[in-house]
């Protein structure tokens, strides 16, 4: 049982270019998150999803778009990566109902 | 949409110091609450969670939180902090519309 898991882990991008993070989780779970972790921040919630086909915006979610084609995984994507994208990414997933959240390892993002 | 904050930026303690935490929410309605820590290059883990009942919450390695919902706080205590305890605290708190915001975060140093 994987749990929750990210590619990449690392990842260098250009001002400009563009990339997915991938999050998968075999847990079957509805809900999944996109989070940025940048230094004295904390975590910040980019987008969501309460189950497959549906997404919907969290507290910093410009310069992001996101995707839930299946319940397993949910995509993370920039169209035109900038200086101020770069961090750590973390993807989370949860069941319904009263339940905690399951981390990811982590994607680390520098954009140069 | 709910906020959270953690009143300590960084905390340092000796071991077998005892340990409390801030955390204070923002938001009106029902919320769980919760409690995470990030060891050094690891990704979150959940110490301890709150959604009803008891107020005082007992969770892993001798944490324990209080809800007060007087004072919309939930603070993280431990009465003898040992030098494994060093990591990032988060606070976390989810509403009725199932996103999840973090505090900031408060890094514990123990020295030995």
């Known amino acids: 049982n994987a749990g929750v898991t990210q590619t990449p882990k690392f990842r260098v991008l250009k001002t400009g270019q563009s990339m997915t993070l991938l999050c998968a989780q075999d847990m079957n779970h509805e809900y999944m998150y996109w989070y940025r972790q940048d230094p004295g921040m904390g975590l910040r919630l980019i987008h969501y999803?309460?189950?497959?086909?549906?997404?919907a915006k969290g507290e910093v979610p410009d310069g992001y778009n996101v995707s839930r084609l299946k319940k397993q995984n949910f995509l993370l994507g920039l169209e035109s990566a900038a200086p101020s994208q770069t961090s750590v990414y973390f993807c989370?997933?949860?069941?319904?109902?009263?339940?905690?959240?399951?981390f990811g390892p982590g994607t680390r993002l520098l954009v140069l | 949409a709910q906020s959270v904050s953690q009143h300590n930026h960084h905390v340092i303690l000796s071991e077998a110091a005892s340990l409390e935490l801030g955390c204070n929410y923002s938001?009106?309605?029902?919320?769980?609450l919760f409690w995470y820590v990030q060891y050094p290059g690891q990704h979150l883990q959940l110490l301890l969670k709150y959604f009803s009942g008891d107020p005082l919450v007992k969770g892993i390695k001798g944490f324990e939180a209080e809800f007060i919902k007087s004072k919309f706080s939930f603070n993280l205590r431990k009465p003898s902090v040992q030098w494994s305890d060093t990591a990032e605290y988060f606070c976390a708190v989810t509403g009725w519309n199932n996103d999840m915001r973090f505090g900031a975060g408060t890094r514990l140093t123990v020295k030995p």
């Open positions: 999803s309460v189950g497959e086909g549906t997404t």
């Open positions: 938001y009106g309605g029902t919320v769980n």
């Open positions: 989370a997933s949860r069941p319904g109902g009263l339940e905690t959240q399951y």
